[in-house]
């Protein structure tokens, strides 16, 4: 049989071009009546009424789509088994890569002016027409639509439903409280057309319903929708959605790469699983897509100052709760996780509350009733959170991290320790949870630019609501990519991406240091100079892969350079100096470009000194347009970074008694793998139930057997270790 992989893709609110052939199938030892979706890939179109015919042979196989855009191959449904079958018959038709689908999910006002969108609107196509997004097609890869809410139904103009199989895409409505919104408050951003005022308010919209009831949907489903965005001739399509995978050469990324190679722009949500770095996940990662991370419109921010000292806590809003200053210094009290018999002292005071076992409202709720004026929720992990509430809360209540909740625990014991929370407004800083590259394996620069993605108020079903995330700020880029297009219409994916990068707004932290080129791309997009940009260069940022890291090691890349001005303009390039001592440039000489005229040239970044292993060196050239400065970001790995080994680590209980199943990630392979079980209270190691070494790359899935023998929750732990490096996913199971 030929050798092919199964590739899972898991749910996210964002792997350098690896053939399957790698790949040995693992064996089969899931539920073999299981009935699962699996997306097909061939070398070979396949003939659509023999495979029909083919698919007779067996009980449960369906035929759900066919692909002849994105991807070459079908998607079918039915049992593991007679899959496997399938695939055994049919060696000859040149099956290259088998699939699974599993779920995907979803992953204003005030930030519409911020990215100059409004000003935008003060120019002029070649038509004489003001820049709205007339006449651009978008499509929009979501939930659905509201398309009769009036800020949006005057510029709906089709699309389809991949969940009811129908021509309405409309959101699903109240549903055992799997309704969605999604959808509607994305499309607004990009397209809304009435009291609300989107970023091309006359676009084209086109909605595909490929995400159902709670936001899920499974992967062949949002294949082929882009299928039909293609067949639609949509100009650029939106997917605010991901998975927790941080690889390139999955189904949906190599669909977007295609069709940005056939001319339509692909915007994607680089997730919503940051601060860290190596969070951004699928389809985020495709490498011809705009990846956007979200960064702060002009906002209100929190702080908590302790005992009026300088230096304050950051403080981060939980979504249901109005935000309150509290200027008057109040007394701290340690509220331990927010049980009721745990805030008898809190009365009159701030409760402090570690984050955990209640919800959020539970905690609130509890510390209200007993008389608190205000709760803190520190985290029970390292790094920020933002919480959500339905209910409505009349004290100020905010999240904070673990390791500023652990020193207020510790400035409690001194009773005389007070508090104050106040606001300062900032803007254009990374949102704590936009997810950051770089990506695994080709090291690529991602996300690409950075947009506003918190407080974005948008439409919804019957209403209006402000949401955050990086799916809020996706649809602000295809929304500028829409204006841009309106402007140039014979500009393609390659164009529009370099004049977003090109023209954005370096982002820099609260000290002024400004954030790696993997957390921000180039910066946060700034729309009406995009439009007045007169240079392009592509590609507009520089990943140049890895080295050893030895002494005169170089790296090169292939620029282009095009003067798209009405005048000659002289060029000239030079680095940041940010890497003096590690690095140096070999760059072009000056050169002019006459109008219209484009040169192509080669830069090449060589190691000055040896460099220790585990490095990521990132930086900015800086391209001259006669006087004016361009900046382009690069990067390189020196020797093997400390990626994560492990990624998408899931475990549930398998079909028999004392049985698990797991799946796991491997994002660089590792030379040796396992999976341990602990007892989760006393955290005591029970076994060692998997294990393997020299693992190539991709996925692993396998059914263990369980030596635990009384019911009762442990622990499955699934590791990898590769060059010193060890990496750990765990996960909570319930043992039958």
Wanted: hydrophobic letters at 35%; glycine letters at 10%.
């Amino acid at each position: 049989m030929k050798k092919w992989i199964i590739l899972l893709l898991l749910s996210m609110c964002v792997i350098t071009s690896v053939s399957a052939h790698e790949f040995e199938l693992p064996p089969l030892k899931w539920d073999q009546s299981e009935e699962i979706v699996a997306i097909i890939e061939t070398k070979d179109e396949m003939d659509v009424a023999t495979l029909k015919e083919n698919l007779k042979k067996y009980d449960t196989l369906r035929l759900r789509f066919t692909f002849t855009e994105v991807l070459n191959g079908f998607s079918i449904k039915g049992s593991r088994k007679e899959l496997q079958n399938f695939v055994d018959q049919n060696e000859t038709a040149s099956i290259t890569t088998i699939s699974e689908a599993r779920e995907y999910k979803i992953s204003g006002e005030g930030s519409i002016p911020f990215v100059g969108a409004i000003r935008a609107r003060g120019y002029f196509d070649e038509q004489g027409r003001r820049l709205t997004g007339k006449g651009v097609k978008v499509g929009i890869i979501d939930t659905g639509m509201d398309y009769h809410h009036r800020d949006l139904s005057i510029n709906y103009k089709g699309g389809k439903d991949f969940i009811d199989k129908d021509d309405e895409p409309m959101e699903t409505g109240t549903r055992n409280h799997y309704s969605t919104i999604h959808g509607t408050h994305v499309a607004g951003v990009i397209g809304a057309n009435g009291s609300l005022q989107g970023m091309a308010p006359g676009a084209d919209l086109y909605i595909y319903r490929a995400l159902g009831p709670g936001g899920r949907g499974t992967t062949d489903q949002v294949v082929a929708a882009i299928e039909q965005a293609v067949k639609d001739k949509v100009d650029i399509v939106n997917l605010s959605l991901g998975s927790d995978i941080n690889g390139p050469d999955l189904p949906l990324s190599k669909a977007l790469d295609y069709i940005a190679r056939k001319g339509i722009i692909p915007v994607t949500a680089s997730g919503n699983s940051g601060p860290k770095a190596w969070t951004i996940g699928t389809p985020g990662t495709s490498k011809k897509s705009i990846s956007v991370g979200a960064s702060t419109p002009p906002m209100d921010i929190p702080y908590l100052v302790v005992n009026k000292e300088k230096k304050p806590i950051d403080l981060y809003p939980i979504k249901g709760v109005k935000q309150q200053k509290m200027h008057q210094g109040m007394l701290i009290e340690d509220g331990g996780i927010g049980k009721v018999e745990e805030l008898t002292k809190v009365r009159g005071k701030i409760a402090l509350i570690k984050r955990g076992v209640l919800t959020f409202e539970e905690k609130i709720k509890h510390a209200m009733d007993a008389g608190a004026k205000g709760v803190l929720i520190y985290n029970n992990t390292d790094g920020p959170f933002m919480g959500v509430v339905e209910e409505t809360f009349h004290i100020p209540a905010y999240t904070m991290t673990k390791k500023a909740g652990n020193k207020l625990i510790e400035k409690i014991k001194d009773q005389t320790t007070k508090v104050e929370i106040q606001f300062k407004e900032e803007k254009d800083r990374l949102a704590p949870f936009s997810s950051k590259g770089p990506v695994t394996v080709n090291w690529l620069i991602k996300p690409d630019v950075t947009a506003p993605g918190m407080g974005i108020n948008s439409t919804i079903p019957g209403g209006y609501l402000a949401l955050q995330g990086t799916s809020m700020a996706a649809p602000h880029v295809a929304g500028a990519a829409a204006i841009l297009k309106q402007a140039n219409p014979n500009w393609g994916p390659e164009e529009i991406k370099s004049a977003l990068m090109l023209s954005a707004k370096s982002l820099y932290k609260s000290k002024g240091k400004p954030y790696k080129v993997y957390e921000q791309g180039a910066g946060r997009i700034q729309l009406e100079e995009a439009l007045k940009l007169e240079t392009l260069v592509t590609p507009a940022s520089i990943s140049l892969g890895q080295v050893k890291g030895s002494s005169n090691d170089f790296l090169e890349k292939k620029l282009r350079i095009q003067n798209n001005g009405k005048h000659r303009k002289k060029y000239s390039l030079k680095d940041d100096n940010t890497n003096k001592k590690d690095l140096r440039w070999e760059l072009p000489l000056s050169f002019t470009l006459q109008p219209g005229e484009s040169k192509e040239i080669i830069v090449r970044a060589i190691l000055k000194t040896r460099l220790k292993n585990e490095m990521l060196i990132d930086g900015h050239l800086i391209l001259m347009e006669n006087s004016k400065p361009y900046s382009i970001p690069y990067l390189f790995a020196v020797g093997e970074p400390n990626y994560p080994r492990v990624m998408g680590f899931v475990a549930v209980p398998g079909d028999s008694n004392r049985t698990m199943r797991y799946q796991v990630y491997l994002p660089g392979g590792a030379e040796e793998f396992g999976v341990a079980l602990f007892d989760s209270e006393t955290l005591k190691f029970i076994a060692l139930v998997d294990q393997k070494r020299n693992v190539g790359r991709g996925y692993i899935e396998n059914e263990v057997n369980l030596p635990y023998k009384r019911k009762s929750s442990i622990y499955a732990i699934a590791f990898a270790r590769k060059k010193g490096a060890e990496d750990y996913q765990k996960t909570l199971i319930k043992v039958k």
